[in-house]
T-cell receptor
Framework: DGGITQSPKYLFRKEGQNVTLSCEQN?????MYWYRQDPGQGLRLIYY???????QKGDIAEGYSVSREKKESFPLTVTSAQKNPTAFYLC????????????FGPGTRLTVT | AQSVTQLGSHVSVSEGALVLLRCNYS??????LFWYVQYPNQGLQLLLK??????LVKGINGFEAEFKKSETSFHLTKPSAHMSDAAEYFC???????????FGAGTTVTVRA
């Protein structure tokens, strides 16, 4: 079945540690996205990538980094510079033409203490 | 960037009653419009979308939405609520030349037996 996988589902880290969230898609989509979700705030765009080896900052990129070495993969690193990293993180992908409908993964809930 | 407003962060309906979720956007140029649903601790699932053509759009699970250009609105309705409709609903828009989605803050729907 085609889709987007995110791992792990739950992640716990100590403050000051970097952590990498995985996102893999087998939909053959060119574009991929990372969102952060906090209660009552909807989804906020962290980074997005339209093609391999290229990515752009979204609205809240500070304290995060990404790479796009393969079409299928778009990992997100939450660095120690992110002041409030505890959140639900969602990865999505879309085609680059048409209506840009985005397909979402199941999410990773990160808790930093 | 688009601005998306969802009126009402919480909506409570009785089983069998009409569900109405409101969404307004800021653009003067008709964008692409989407409604997504999210169940607890899961990713987002597309309910329906408007790109062009007929302004009344039918989606999954009996939902439909109507694009009204004059009101810059894209309200979501379902004639008869079911217990399984309890979830959070997000309205999203994208400009026609942009891959990025802008999301509303979300509306949580509870269904009373």
């Amino acid at each position: 079945d085609g889709g987007i996988t995110q791992s792990p589902k739950y992640l716990f880290r100590k403050e000051g540690q970097n952590v990498t969230l995985s996102c893999e898609q087998n939909l053959n989509h060119d574009a991929m996205y990372w969102y952060r979700q906090d209660p009552g705030q909807g989804l906020r765009l962290i980074y997005y990538s339209q093609i391999v080896n290229d990515f752009q900052k979204g609205d809240i990129a500070e304290g995060y980094s990404v790479s796009r070495e393969k079409k299928e993969s778009f990992p997100l690193t939450v660095t120690s510079a992110q002041k409030n990293p505890t959140a639900f993180y969602l990865c999505a992908s879309s085609m680059r033409d048409g209506s840009y409908e985005q397909y979402f993964g199941p999410g990773t809930r990160l808790t930093v203490t | 960037a688009q601005s998306v407003t969802q009126l009402g962060s919480h909506v409570s309906v009785s089983e069998g009653a009409l569900v109405l979720l409101r969404c307004n956007y800021s653009s003067s140029v008709p964008p692409y419009l989407f409604w997504y649903v999210q169940y607890p601790n899961q990713g987002l699932q597309l309910l329906l979308k408007y790109t062009t053509g007929a302004t009344l759009v039918k989606g999954i699970n009996g939902f439909e939405a109507e694009f009204k250009k004059s009101e810059t609105s894209f309200h979501l309705t379902k004639p008869s609520a079911h217990m399984s409709d309890a979830a959070e609903y997000f309205c999203a828009v994208s400009d026609r030349d942009d891959y990025k989605l802008s999301f509303g803050a979300g509306t949580t729907v509870t269904v009373r037996a």
